[in-house]
């Protein structure tokens, strides 16, 4: 048996452009928190200068992960902003100066063991790359390696639009096996499956290419369905594990890595340039030549809308692909680690649909790959029931946004959902405070 989801319009117009490098900006914006944790402190002030690579933000907690400049130049201000995710965070602005120098800091890290190796990632700053930005060493600290059966390299890509990862997969292929080969080495992994569905018949053709003389390597080809990269989606259709509610795929002996980080990672260890550009695709309605574009952190996503003739007003921008982009509300905003995509939309594809009361036709459940019911959620959300939403196990929700894109009603159902979900941590914890 498989999670089922739903088919959506693949729209992957890039997925054979080679990216291709963006005229360097005059000026990068770089938030401190482009993770999941405490966002990072600035190191830098107003008037000192920096290269490539210079550290300008140390983490902050264990949950936190380092920043870096992506430019050579002069720090403008630091200033504290409204990020698109909600809440102020501290942004250094930097000017650039052109010439793009790296700092001497930058050099192939000295990796000799598990510790060195944990420690490496995380002077890195790479944060899963997939979307959540969880940053990466918090995930490989594996306090008891023995709990590790295998690794589950998320390779799905199953977002409308994007192909950041489908490049990765054909132009950086020596490097995601470069970070398996340090996965082995230093966490003792024996078992990698590759999970790509099977709309990538170039990458899977490259991935079995190498794989073929590597131990312990498999690539998994699975349908293109929506939301196959689902982290509970993928290891239950690659590996038949089920991670337990409120659990963490460790809890059945699996890491899940998604194949742009892994292939940082490799690359990290052999150049030690730490996360300072990503590979952007920018699509949508809006966008006259859709492009895979290599970016600084921190460029204007005005910048990349420009580079690929997009209206100069598009009516809805998304950080990501359209099933889980969340919304930019200025086309000043930048370009932050976990960007893999741009989709500029224009009045028709980017107003919201009218919505009409629920039909009660049981779709949304159907297509819900974990079987939850967005319609009794919302029912119970409606009624303020925390006891309710408990027992539908809303806290499951993936957010994917399968239920509203086959709902004929339009309801918005990711917001109930989101709502609910806030209003269970709120139930759960005054249960809690009741004890
Ligand atoms: S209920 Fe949540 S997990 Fe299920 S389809 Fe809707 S958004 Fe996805
Ligand atoms: S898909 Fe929409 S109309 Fe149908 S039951 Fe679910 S919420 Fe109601």
New binding site residues.
């Given amino acids: 048996m498989r999670l089922h989801g739903t088919k959506v319009p693949h729209h992957k117009n890039t997925a054979d452009m080679a990216p291709v490098r963006l005229p360097l900006p005059e000026v990068v914006t770089v938030p401190m928190s482009m993770h999941i944790g405490k966002p990072a402190k600035p190191t830098v002030k107003r008037g000192d200068t920096v290269k490539v690579g210079t550290l300008i933000g140390e983490p902050d907690g264990f949950i936190s992960a380092p920043v870096h400049s992506s430019v050579s130049g002069k720090v403008l201000r630091i200033d504290e902003v409204s990020m698109s995710s909600g809440g102020m965070v501290k942004t250094v602005v930097i000017e650039t100066d052109g010439l793009q120098e790296i700092d001497e800091s930058v050099k192939p890290p000295e990796v000799s063991d598990f510790d060195s190796f944990v420690a490496a990632v995380k002077r890195s700053g790479i944060v899963g790359l997939g979307g959540a930005g969880f940053p990466s060493f918090v995930k490989l600290a594996v306090k008891d390696l023995s709990k590790i059966e295998e690794v589950v390299i998320n390779a799905a890509e199953c977002e409308p639009y994007i192909t950041s990862d489908t490049r990765t997969m054909l132009d950086k292929t020596e490097y995601i096996f470069k970070g398996i080969d340090a996965l082995r080495k230093y966490l003792g992994v024996r078992k990698f499956i590759i999970g790509i569905e099977d709309n990538k018949g170039k990458c899977v053709k490259r991935l079995k290419e190498f794989s073929k003389n590597e131990d312990g390597v498999e690539t998994y080809v699975v349908s293109s369905m929506y939301p196959q990269g689902g982290e509970k989606v993928l290891v239950y259709n690659t590996t038949g594990k089920i991670i337990p509610q409120g659990g963490l795929p460790l809890d059945v002996g699996v890491i899940v890595i998604n194949v742009t980080t892994l292939a940082f990672v490799g690359e990290y260890l052999e150049t030690g340039m730490p996360l300072i550009e990503k590979v952007v695709t920018v699509d949508g309605s809006a966008v006259g030549e859709p492009k895979n574009v290599i970016a600084p952190i921190g460029t204007p996503v005005k910048n990349l809308l420009g580079f690929c003739n997009a209206d100069s007003e598009p009516a809805k921008i998304l950080y990501g692909g359209p099933m889980m982009g969340i919304a930019v509300d200025s086309a000043e905003a930048p370009v932050l680690k976990m960007t893999n995509a741009v989709i500029a939309m224009d009045e028709k594809e980017g107003t919201p649909p009218k919505t009409t009361p629920c039909i009660n036709c049981g779709r ?1 459940l159907n ?4 079987r ?1 019911d ?1 319609r009794a959620i919302a029912k119970a959300y409606d009624l303020r029931s925390g006891e309710d939403l408990e027992a539908l196990c809303v806290d499951l ?7 509203a894109y086959v709902c004929p009603a339009k309801r918005p ?2 917001q109930t ?1 989101k709502l609910a979900k806030a209003l269970l941590r709120e139930y759960k914890s005054k249960k809690e405070e009741k004890k």
């Fill in positions: 949304c297509h819900c790959a974990l939850l967005p929700c993936m957010e994917c946004g399968c239920c159902l990711i959902n």
